[in-house]
């Protein structure tokens, strides 16, 4: 897999907004992983600077998205 079959989806603040949205992409069999530099998990406010970002496959994005963005609106309801 080339770097380009890559995409971010989403870039979050905080790395449990991140795993909580990766966890309804996993729900919905949609491989995905998260992207930070937080040095290992010695400095977690690195997140703020550059955020944690939510990666899939070029092909999975749409889908991705859309899981996503339902995702938001039913739990702000």
């Known amino acids: 897999m080339k770097p380009d079959d890559l ?3 989403r870039t979050f603040n ?3 907004d991140a795993e909580l949205a990766k966890s309804a992409l996993d ?3 949609v491989d995905s992983f998260i992207q930070m530099d937080d040095a290992g998990g010695m400095r977690p406010h690195l997140v703020f600077a550059q955020g944690a ?3 899939v496959r070029a092909e999975d994005a749409e889908r991705a ?3 996503l963005d339902t995702d938001e609106h039913s739990s702000s309801n």
Do not use: K, N, P
């Open 14 to 16: 905080t790395a449990i």
């Open 27 to 29: 729900a919905a069999d």
């Open 7 to 9: 995409v971010v989806v």
């Open 53 to 55: 970002r939510l990666v």
């Open 65 to 67: 998205s859309t899981i």
